[in-house]
């Protein structure tokens, strides 16, 4: 029988306790699981804003990840591969207790979405994608580089041009962009909005929930064997890309490299939005989102 009750649980997946939320069981829909950002970030302003309004309808589920969030750390720093946290998943659907799943990921979780259907294809039935990332990528760091160059900082516009005419390679102007810029910088490439910006940074503080780092770089120093933009084209489900046109941290140049390799997709733009559509235009947000996993 389907383990799907409504509240907070604390679940081991692969000897690790991991945050799980359950809402809008009374619905009896093929569960949507939701699957965050990052690496490293967790559900805290997701399920205080759109996931209620997804709630009203769908039985959605939760989960925050190894080391993220709610959820405990892993005994090594090192534990945080796509194949762990793939297993975790894994685990997480077995105490569930059903057969199909509909996945929706944000920015990273829309990656780990689509790794996750690589792996059990015959168990999800259909995927939403927003903003997704590629992580591991040379496009993904030159949209964020461009994307902070074209916000109009003059100071960290002057750094970055210099970095590329000492020929500096891509990594260390990456790097050294993410150690300079601000949270007012950072503001302005992920949110079109900046009051919806102060919004989310509230709720991000209220949280009291940090981002270690530990899962980002262990990610971006273990390097699957067949990169995950090479096997998109085996992903046949029905894929639902969502991107807003001012993204300037995944981007349209991202989601529509994502959107074009694979067979089965839909790409809609959201006009107002930049990396979060879900708090700048939330009612498209849910609409587009329950149109399609009713069709």
């Given at each position: 029988m389907p383990n799907l009750k409504n509240g907070e649980f604390n679940v081991p997946l692969n000897g690790i306790n991991h945050w799980v939320k359950i809402e809008g069981s009374e619905h009896k829909t093929i569960p949507l699981i939701i699957l965050h950002g990052g690496p490293g970030g967790n559900h805290y302003v997701f399920e205080r804003t759109a996931g209620p309004l997804l709630g009203k309808t769908r039985t959605v589920v939760y989960y925050e990840q190894r080391g993220c969030g709610r959820s405990d750390k892993p005994e090594s720093d090192g534990d945080y591969t796509i194949e762990l946290l793939i297993s975790d998943f894994k685990e997480l659907?077995?105490?569930?207790?059903?057969?199909?799943?509909?996945?929706?990921?944000?920015?990273?979780?829309?990656?780990?979405?689509?790794?996750?259907?690589?792996?059990?294809?015959?168990?999800?039935?259909?995927?939403?994608?927003?903003?997704?990332?590629?992580?591991?990528?040379?496009?993904?760091?030159?949209?964020?580089?461009?994307?902070?160059?074209?916000?109009?900082?003059?100071?960290?516009n002057h750094e970055i041009s210099e970095c590329f005419q000492k020929g500096s390679n891509l990594d260390t102007i990456y790097n050294r962009v993410w150690e300079r810029v601000s949270p007012d910088i950072v503001d302005l490439l992920l949110f079109e909005d900046q009051e919806i910006a102060r919004m989310n940074r509230a709720l991000w503080e209220e949280s009291n929930l940090l981002n270690t780092g530990l899962m980002s770089r262990t990610l971006?120093?273990?390097?699957?064997?067949?990169?995950?933009?090479?096997?998109?084209?085996t992903i046949h489900q029905q894929i639902l890309v969502i991107t807003g046109v001012f993204d300037r941290n995944t981007g349209m140049p991202i989601s529509k490299l994502i959107h074009s390799n694979l067979p089965n997709s839909k790409l809609v733009l959201f006009r107002k939005s930049a990396h979060f559509p879900d708090l700048e235009e939330p009612e498209k947000f849910i609409k587009e989102i329950n149109l399609y996993l009713n069709s």
């Open positions: 659907k077995k105490w569930l207790g059903v057969e199909k799943i509909d996945l929706l990921g944000y920015s990273f979780g829309g990656e780990l979405a689509l790794e996750i259907t690589d792996c059990i294809p015959e168990e999800v039935r259909k995927l939403i994608l927003s903003a997704p990332s590629l992580i591991n990528t040379d496009i993904q760091q030159m949209v964020q580089i461009t994307g902070f160059m074209s916000i109009g900082n003059y100071g960290l971006l120093n273990n390097l699957v064997e067949v990169p995950l933009l090479d096997r998109l084209k």
